[in-house]
């Protein structure tokens, strides 16, 4: 019995293993191909973790959120996610924290899909939801930002 459960529990694992790299390379090759058509430099940052929140937040630039309004994303992305989840394990204010932490998720997400395709919210409901974020950057990743100029599409300074 025990092995059979032993089996189980490693073929669980290797089908979430299978899973996670298949979504790391959409979410990847995704942000690649949005960052060189935006002219970013450097489109390949979007295969490195923390870099790709970079990416992220130079393809949303600017937001706003409860009243705030928050540019300079590309540099504020990666601060506030690699931040906020070294202070989850503190204690009580850990909890607030991770709230915050996936209020912003969702509303960064939202923008991003606002920015590139008529169902951002679906596509930001659904992703919070099921986790499919990386499959909808992933289908959104050959789209033009929506209503943008031609100069709008000029690449972002870097930070």
């Known amino acids: 019995m025990s092995t059979v459960i032993a089996i189980a529990g490693a073929a669980t694992f290797f089908i979430l293993l299978v899973i996670a790299v298949v979504f790391y390379v959409l979410k990847s090759v995704a942000l690649q191909t949005l960052a060189a058509n935006r002219g970013i430099e450097n489109p390949w940052l979007g295969w490195i973790p923390i870099a790709d929140l970079?990416?992220?937040g130079l393809l949303?630039?600017?937001?706003?959120?409860?009243?705030?309004?928050?540019?300079?994303?590309g540099l504020w992305c990666?601060?506030?996610?690699?931040?906020?989840?070294?202070?989850?394990?503190?204690?009580?204010?850990?909890?607030?924290?991770?709230?915050a932490l996936l209020?912003?998720?969702?509303l960064f997400a939202y923008?991003?899909?606002?920015?590139?395709?008529?169902q951002a919210v679906l596509y930001t409901v659904l992703s919070i939801l099921l986790c499919l974020f990386p499959v909808f950057l992933f289908i959104i990743r050959n789209n033009n930002p929506i209503g943008?100029?031609?100069?709008?599409?000029?690449p972002p300074t870097a930070y």
């Open 54 to 56: 970079y990416i992220m």
């Open 60 to 73: 949303v630039k600017e937001m706003d959120a409860f009243g705030y309004h928050l540019d300079n994303l």
């Open 78 to 99: 990666p601060v506030i996610f690699v931040g906020g989840g070294i202070l989850v394990g503190i204690p009580v204010l850990g909890v607030l924290i991770s709230v």
């Open 103 to 106: 209020v912003f998720a969702a």
């Open 111 to 118: 923008k991003l899909f606002e920015i590139y395709t008529s």
């Open 148 to 154: 943008s100029t031609p100069q709008e599409l000029q």
